[in-house]
């Protein structure tokens, strides 16, 4: 059942990964029509968003490319962490 999850996680990344990448690639375009319409606050705005959108997607594709030995040294550091905060809380 799990291994029907991760696939299912993984399909959802890949498709949110892909529907970030055209969001970038319009978000680029309209930044590109508001300079040459002279809209240059318009076009700064598509462009941060566009920045941050790419930033985005470079996330999520850094997780689905990531050596699965990575992915277990981020899952461990992420539990450290999460035991570290119980930890601090607990002494509170």
Do not use: C
Request: charged share 40%; net charge negative; aromatic share 6%.
């Amino acid at each position: 059942m799990v291994e029907g999850q991760d696939d299912n996680v993984e399909e959802a990344l890949w498709l949110a990964l892909n529907t970030l990448e055209e969001s970038e690639q319009l978000y680029t375009r309209f930044a590109q029509q508001a300079q040459e319409r002279n809209h240059a606050w318009m076009g700064d705005r598509f462009s941060k968003k566009a920045q941050t959108v790419r930033e985005r997607a470079s996330a999520i594709r850094g997780l689905l490319t990531a050596e699965p030995r990575e992915a277990r040294k981020s899952e461990e550091r992420e539990q450290e962490a999460k035991e570290d905060a119980v930890e601090g809380e607990a002494g509170d």
